[in-house]
């Protein structure tokens, strides 16, 4: 707000700063790394279903679909490569404790221009949600709101010679 010359009209809530705090409090250096928890709602957070016979058939269809294509080995490379990366790591749940978990669904993408160093990749739908349910985006906390108020900049581009 104030790099844009606007007044700060609106302060954090006690949520935002119960979040931050519990960020700041999370941030740790590791092994080159900067480490943090992500910030949860508690509450929602609790709440989230698990979705694994779901995200199995998605994972069957996407598989299925890549085969088809040839490209199945190439998409499996960017798991490898993020693994390898520390992007990623691999878990071990045996089967009857698949349920306790909530499992992120992903589809490829695929890029057809040549210039394109990545010609597939992974996007993750965090906004899976079975019926009457909350999905995992809306148990994260979003974070602050850093944009101003768009009437007030656009009635300030409007009115001002200058911005």
Known sequence: MES???PATEEFST???????TFR??????????HVQLPWYEDKVKSVPSNHNAALR???RVVKDLEKKGLYDQYL??????EDEGIIEEITVTPEDFQNYTWIPHRPVLKLADQTTMKVRPVFNCSYKRANSIFLNEAAYP???LMGDILELLIRFRANKYV
């Open 77 to 82: 490379d960017v798991f490898k490569k993020q």
């Open 4 to 6: 844009l010359r606007l």
């Open 25 to 34: 409090n999370t941030i740790s250096y590791r092994d080159g790394r900067y």
């Open 58 to 60: 998605i994972l069957e």
């Open 143 to 145: 974070g602050v709101s």
């Open 15 to 21: 949520v935002d700063e119960e979040m931050v705090q």
